[in-house]
């Protein structure tokens, strides 16, 4: 099994432009979510997904948009980055929410760096 | 809302010695789960361990283990014979019994170096 697969592993983007980062998981997993990782912050919640087409907010969400279509892909939008949002990103996903049982699978990690 | 909190930004052992790493955490609720992630340089969030808190007995994974006491919600990692493979950053986590859809609260973290 893949588990949880990011893509790109870093790039880099202009202060203005869009990108999106991908994120695909075969364990059919009902959870998914996006983390944001910055230097003495810890890891904080962007965005989340409970299923398909249900989303939600997380502790830090502004400047973000998600969609959830399938259950297997969660893609993580930033609509005019900016150099706050240089960060690693990480996304993870478990079987099903309802239990905090189910552990948490992370994807490798997306480094952003916004010029 | 929980809040998680590892009190050494950086901790540093010996080769073959023994580390513990600090956590202490606030919530009002009275089943949880508690974790600790292993992240090293290549940024791989990495499960070491995980505690449930209705259970009493420390969790422990070969030379990992945890301190665990509900009264002081205090979860500290004890890792025994530190190998070079262990420097890595470590994070302690709390999620709700229930879950919940926002996932798991993080502590900043706590950077261990390993000394050959």
């Known amino acids: 099994n893949a588990g949880v697969t990011q893509t790109p592993k870093f790039q880099v983007l202009k202060t203005g432009q869009s990108m999106t980062l991908q994120c695909a998981q075969d364990?059919?997993?009902?959870?998914m979510s996006w983390y944001r990782q910055d230097p003495g912050m810890g890891l904080r919640l962007i965005h989340y997904?409970?299923?398909?087409?249900?989303?939600d907010q997380g502790e830090v969400p502004n400047g973000y948009n998600v969609s959830r279509s399938t259950t297997e892909d969660f893609p993580l939008r930033l609509l005019s980055a900016a150099p706050s949002q240089t960060s690693v990103y990480f996304c993870?996903?478990?079987?099903?929410?309802?239990?905090?049982?189910?552990?948490?699978?992370f994807g490798a990690g997306s480094r952003l760096t916004v010029l | 809302a929980q809040t998680v909190t590892q009190s050494q930004p950086e901790m540093s052992v010996q080769e073959a010695e023994t580390v513990t790493l600090s956590c202490t955490y606030d919530?009002?609720?009275?089943?949880?789960?508690l974790f600790w992630y292993k992240q090293p340089p290549s940024r791989q969030m990495i499960l070491v361990i995980r505690?449930?808190?209705?259970?009493?007995q420390n969790a422990t994974e070969n030379r990992f283990s945890v301190n665990f006491q509900k009264a002081a919600k205090s979860f500290s990692l004890k890792i025994s014979d530190s190998q070079l493979g262990d420097a890595a950053m470590y994070f302690c986590?709390?999620?709700?019994?229930?879950?919940?859809?926002?996932?798991?609260?993080f502590g900043k973290g706590t950077h261990l170096i390993i000394q050959p």
């Open positions: 986590a709390y999620r709700s019994r229930g879950g919940g859809a926002d996932g798991l609260t």
């Open positions: 505690q449930e808190a209705y259970k009493q």
């Open positions: 364990m059919n997993h009902e959870y």
């Open positions: 919530t009002s609720e009275s089943d949880y789960y």
């Open positions: 993870a996903s478990s079987r099903q929410f309802r239990s905090g049982a189910n552990v948490l699978t």
């Open positions: 997904s409970v299923g398909a087409g249900i989303t």
